[in-house]
């Protein structure tokens, strides 16, 4: 049994709702708080930021898209409730509101989304976990050949000079 069968896209996803680690579920992930983290879940070992350049601006445009998101269904829904006399200023404050508190309300989201966008397109090599995590979690299910394409899209990722990726 494949464990990239078992970690379907809607699987790692919901998993990121939940605010888990979507490679384990495990309940804790990355998160030391709502707003900080440690490098690696804490569950399975599995860092976050998985090596490449600019991997946190993929969670920033997490963000972008939620938040920009909930202020235009807001508009879009004002504006359909109150046509033709909507009023532009509460409109615009509450938008503006919606605009400062829902970055702070789905930060840690942004990240296990982010996460489970990666994995599912960028499935993990077993050395990005550590030497103790159970053998249940590492991904020793994939097939050689699943192996082998991981490692592949892992070299595509890494910086062109290849330097400081590979400790061995
Ligand atoms: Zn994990």
Known sequence: MSTLTRLT??????????????WCAG??????????????CRT???RWNRGQDGFELGAMTVAVVITGGSVMLFLSISIAVSYPDFEVVPMAL???????????????????????FDLRVHPPTRDEFLPDTPVEL??????EAEEA????ATDMWASP????????
């Open 9 to 22: 896209f809607p699987r790692l996803v919901a998993r990121a709702l939940l605010r888990r680690c979507p």
């Open 27 to 40: 309940k804790k992930a990355w998160f030391r708080s709502w707003f900080r983290r440690y490098d690696r």
């Open 44 to 46: 399975c070992g599995l």
């Open 94 to 116: 509450i938008g503006a509101v919606i605009a400062l508190v829902m970055p702070v309300l789905t930060y840690p989201f942004t990240q296990t989304l982010w996460s489970a």
């Open 138 to 143: 590492l991904p020793a299910a994939l097939t």
């Open 149 to 152: 394409r991981a490692v592949k």
């Open 161 to 168: 000079s290849g330097q400081g990726e590979n400790p061995s």
